[in-house]
């Protein structure tokens, strides 16, 4: 915590400014307006009390919630470790050096703030190492997205956008032209037998056509989901890309239908989009209101011709499965095949304890985990199976 020396020697407004570009660094949107309208702000709240210097940065610096938790770490970082301030003032270069990465809440916020070293990790391998390269990318698969560094959660976004998630073709009822086809065509053979006289009539032959069902993905941007609901939007930009009707949907409170934004090729242009247009991001959940807004509006637009559900949620839900049963039931019967990834799953004990979980789980047919980019690279083979046994519960 600042006090009147820091302040009366002139290094509170140099600590805010310091501050303010840690939070840049660490992906928080701080101009240096905001950082002007803090000082200001400051002279008239003063710094006495903890509560009011903690609000005023937080009420001046953000607008968005989803940057709270981000702010929070940087701030118990930043201001409660004397250590920190008395290496960053100015004249300084480098942070402690010395601290435990173990003991610091936030990897990613103590990277900005200079707590770590970054290393890239290609050059973590030894060049006179065969294979060692292959062995640190085959760790980063295994590797839980809530633990990675900032260096890792770019090569995992790289390998996320290399996914192909091949769905079995189906058959339609629509017919075409097929030299093979079993069924006749005979308005294809009556025209021909027009065109000239012949006295053998070839037959036309059609069959049906295939082609992939549509895929829906419906992913929660709650609150308990926030560490890992970025990169599950670039996991759905990746596939929204990748083939045609692919429909995207957040929810936490609401829902949020951001399959125009995903179509964009940048996707920091397309992620940009969709932070803009969803507003209420690591909120509430509320699942069975959600899927019972999309069963509603969007079901019969996007759920025909045997589509795949993909079900992105932990699963907690705040309304305590109100509408949950009745929702689900319908989205299953809406769909050819429902999926259900969920982050708990990495742990070995998960249990479904929770009202909400055990309610979904008597709905889907594949009950997978989704926590690094090995769990995701797994969708392959549960969309690649045409058919299979309907997923069972545990007791």
Known sequence: ?????????????????????????AGVPVGPDRVLDALH????????????????????????REHFEMFDQAFGLFWRHRELMESIRPGSEEADATADDSTIPGQRVAEALGLTREVDLLEQAEPDQT????????????KDFDSMSSAELAEAKRLIAKLRL?????????????????????RATLRSSLRGSTDIIPLARRTFRKRHPPLVV????????????????????????????VHTFVFGTR???????????????????????VSDWSGGTRIGATISEFNLRWSRRVLGQNAVVLLISDGLDRDGGAQLNESMDRLRKSCRRLIWLNPLLRFDGFQPIATGVRIMLEHVDDFLPAHNVDSLAELTEALARAHQAPFKPPA
């Open 1 to 25: 915590m600042p006090t009147a020396t820091n302040s009366r020697s002139g290094y509170l407004s140099e600590n805010i400014v310091h501050f303010a570009r840690a939070l840049r660094r």
């Open 41 to 64: 702000a400051l002279t008239l709240t003063g710094i006495d009390r903890r509560d009011d210097f903690y609000w005023t940065l937080a009420a001046l610096f953000l607008n968005r």
């Open 131 to 142: 294979g060692t390269a292959a062995s640190h990318a085959e760790q980063l698969r295994l």
């Open 166 to 186: 091949p769905i079995a073709q189906i058959r339609t009822r629509r017919l075409f032209p097929s030299a093979h086809g079993r069924l006749i065509d005979m």
């Open 218 to 245: 419906l992913c929660d941007i709650s609150g308990s989901m926030s560490r890992y609901s970025r990169m599950f939007l670039h996991f759905m930009h990746a596939i929204t890309n990748d083939r045609d009707r």
């Open 255 to 277: 829902l949020s239908n951001v399959t125009r934004y995903l179509r964009h090729r940048d996707v920091d242009i397309a992620l940009g989009e969709v932070s803009r247009a």
